[in-house]
């Protein structure tokens, strides 16, 4: 990734990362993989000055949607739950060395709107690579990704979580246990609301 300008705050906003994985490496996705990330995430996603709010696990690469007080915050937070992914990694395959490929990129969320659309993104990206692979989603149709936060988001529509196989969200006494962190920001809690509750049908663009 080049080394261009990082987008700078000065207030507490959430933002997108994405990290990615050198090659040879074992699937994010594999069992032991994201059974291994979960138990790290829960032991280190909120820092005084940053939260691991939400994450998926794809196959060379992770997206992330954190909290941070600002740029500083951003780059310790980041470098402890790179740390964090890249020790789950070298746990399952028995080996040490570099696991991610380059330093992170972020996009940070400023609005209501962005803040949904990097939610819908996030959270339903596994669907999205099914589209790409040809899948067929009817048997999966509304089923949370297991290999990232989704069941732990209390955002789905309410008539679809009733109709379907969906898990509920954990309740909040379990939360101390989990690998995310809750959102402290107005646009991570209440502000995307906005624009609508996210279908676990859906397929993001």
């Not at 996603?45 to 994450?55: K, M, N």
């Not at 070298?90 to 709107?113: F, I, K, M």
């Not at 067929?136 to 196989?165: C, I, M, V, Y």
């Amino acid at each position: 990734m080049a080394h261009v300008p990082r987008p700078t705050f000065r207030t507490t906003v959430p933002a997108h990362v994405t990290l990615r994985l050198r090659p040879d490496l074992p699937s994010l996705r594999d069992t032991r993989v994201v059974d291994e990330v979960k138990r790290t995430f829960a032991s280190g996603c909120e820092r005084e000055d940053f939260r691991l709010v939400h994450y998926s696990l794809q196959g060379n690469h992770a997206h992330l949607i954190v909290e941070a007080r600002d740029q500083g915050a951003l780059g310790r937070g980041m470098m402890a739950i790179g740390s964090r992914l890249a020790r789950a990694v070298n746990r399952v395959r028995g080996e040490s060395g570099p696991v991610l490929a380059d330093r992170y990129h972020h996009r940070l969320l400023r609005t209501p709107r962005e803040v949904h659309r990097a939610l819908r993104y996030v959270l339903l990206h596994a669907r999205r690579h099914a589209v790409r692979l040809r899948t067929n989603l009817r048997a999966t149709k509304a089923l949370l990704d297991p290999a990232s936060s989704a069941q732990w988001f209390d955002g789905w529509k309410r008539e679809l979580a009733s109709a379907t196989a969906l898990s509920a969200p954990r309740a909040a006494a379990d939360r101390e246990h989990t690998p995310v962190a809750r959102a402290r920001t107005w646009l991570l809690r209440i502000g995307w609301r906005r624009h609508g509750l996210l279908d676990p049908a859906d397929v993001p663009g």
